[in-house]
């Protein structure tokens, strides 16, 4: 008795080939959900820690690595990033205005210091003072009319 071997794709072949499948048609119903793959916004995320972590790790340690991810630090004539005491830079580039805390560099004669308030969002109106005080007054008497009345004190 002889065996007989069969020639085709492995089983091992098979399951890499439709977990491939699975994984293009899940990106495609994500896409179609969506509008956008999320591969874009997890690398930028992981960046992002990557950034804070050697950041800290520079700081702790005071090494100074030979290439700096943050290009401001060696651009010339580029300034250090804002933070909320000093507001942002309002300037013209290419005949359009921009608000920026890096674009608007010293050199340029239409660069402006903008100062930055904090809004509370849209809040209701104030009542003046006297109108308030009028309103409870007329409460007031409103309420004591209908204790008379309930008392059977007041008149009909």
């Known amino acids: 008795m002889s065996l007989h071997h069969q020639r085709g794709i492995s089983l091992i072949a098979v399951a890499i080939v439709s977990m491939l499948v699975a994984l293009l048609s899940m990106g495609l119903l994500y896409y179609m959900r969506n509008g956008h793959l999320p591969m874009p916004e997890m690398w930028a995320r992981w960046g992002k820690s990557a950034n804070v972590i050697t950041n800290e790790l520079k700081n702790a340690t005071g090494v100074q690595l030979p290439d700096s991810s943050n290009g401001s630090n060696n651009t010339p004539g580029m300034r250090q990033a804002a933070t909320v005491d000093e507001g942002v830079r309002r300037c013209t580039i290419n005949g359009k205005t921009v608000y920026s805390d890096t ?3 010293d050199t340029n004669p239409t660069t402006r210091q903008v100062k930055l308030h904090d809004a509370r969002g849209i809040e209701a109106p104030k009542t003046p003072a006297s109108q308030a005080t009028a309103s409870e007054a007329d409460e ?17």
């Open 103 to 105: 674009l608007c560099t």
């Open 140 to 156: 007031e008497q409103l309420k004591k009319k209908i204790m008379e009345q309930a008392l059977g004190n007041g008149k009909k």
